[in-house]
């Protein structure tokens, strides 16, 4: 199955439970797997788990991770008086009481008021409860991004595809050109001859030794074997269901050598031009295998 490295993926939790989850998941291509997490330090000890299951869900790509998290929770807050505190502002207040010979009331109310006597601290989180929340989360937004890939894949499955189709057609056309090359060859070496040499009779036996020198030096066929052979190799690869970024990689390589012999031993403007034509569209087909699993 072709897939995309590049794809997002987002899941939020309600506040049913009291904890609300984020999850932002985005990828790009990468020769490996690279997992990048960002998440609340008090949830850190939880990495790993987290890693664990992105690596079962992925193969290749520059993964980033956002993960965000609040607490609607009242059993994770706890009330706490400083009373040492409170009996030093009490102290303070009576004594201004007195001092100024007023007759106003010191209450509770007013002292609980003041700063630092009454504080809300939160209690360290349950990082089994986070976990039973945070992994479905993730896994959902993994499914996502999944679900992406294979879409994007899809489309540059054909477009691969079409591209493979055309440089085969290409490769039709240099074959029928080759098989031109050795009477054209002729051909033009008797007119040349002719116009050097007019009074002189043509050794037809050299003529044709010359002719068959050019033809072997010029020779195509085992290359357009191989070229050929390559272009079916990317489309059972296409249909394959596994990773096969890095096997299409391999394959392109490959016929991308393959034309530039054929490039190499071109006699002929029009196979040339015909080679320039299938590398440039190699090239496309390579940009597009970068971006597959």
């Known amino acids: 199955m072709v897939k995309s490295m590049t794809s997002f993926g ?34 850190l000890s939880l990495e790993e788990k987290i890693r664990g299951l992105i690596n079962s869900k992925l193969n290749r790509g520059k993964v980033d991770v956002f993960i965000n998290y609040k607490s609607y929770s009242k059993e994770n807050i706890e009330p706490t008086v400083d009373i040492k505190l409170a009996k030093k502002y009490y102290d303070c207040l009576k004594l201004i009481q007195e001092e100024l010979d007023l007759v106003d009331d010191i209450t509770t109310t007013k002292i609980s008021r003041l700063p630092d006597v009454l504080t809300l601290i939160e209690k360290e989180e349950n990082l ?35 591209k493979i189709d055309a440089i085969e057609k290409f490769v039709i056309e240099i074959e029928k050109l080759a098989e031109k090359i050795p009477k054209n060859y002729k051909q033009k070496l008797e007119e040349r001859l002719s116009e050097l040499l007019s009074d002189v009779d043509l050794d037809e036996s050299r003529i044709a030794q010359e002719v068959a020198i050019l033809s072997d030096k010029a020779a195509v066929d085992e290359e357009i074997v191989r070229l050929k ?33 054929i ?11 015909i080679v320039i034509d299938i590398k440039n569209t190699i090239e496309k087909i390579r940009e597009q295998v970068q971006n597959i699993e």
């Open 10 to 43: 987002r899941a939020q939790s309600d506040k049913n439970s009291g904890m609300v989850f984020s999850i932002e998941m985005k990828s790009v291509n990468h020769r490996y797997l690279d997992i990048n997490i960002r998440m609340p330090k008090t949830m």
């Open 128 to 162: 089994e409860e986070i976990l039973k929340e945070l992994l479905p989360l993730i896994e959902n937004s993994l499914d996502l991004m999944n679900d992406m890939r294979i879409r994007e894949g899809e489309k540059l499955k054909n477009d691969i595809l079409m």
């Open 229 to 261: 052979s390559h272009l079916n190799q990317v489309r059972q690869t296409l249909g394959l269901q596994e990773p096969i970024g890095r096997k299409l990689d391999f394959i392109i390589q490959e016929m991308n050598r393959e034309a530039n012999t």
């Open 263 to 273: 490039g190499s031993k071109s006699v002929d403007i029009c196979m040339t031009n």
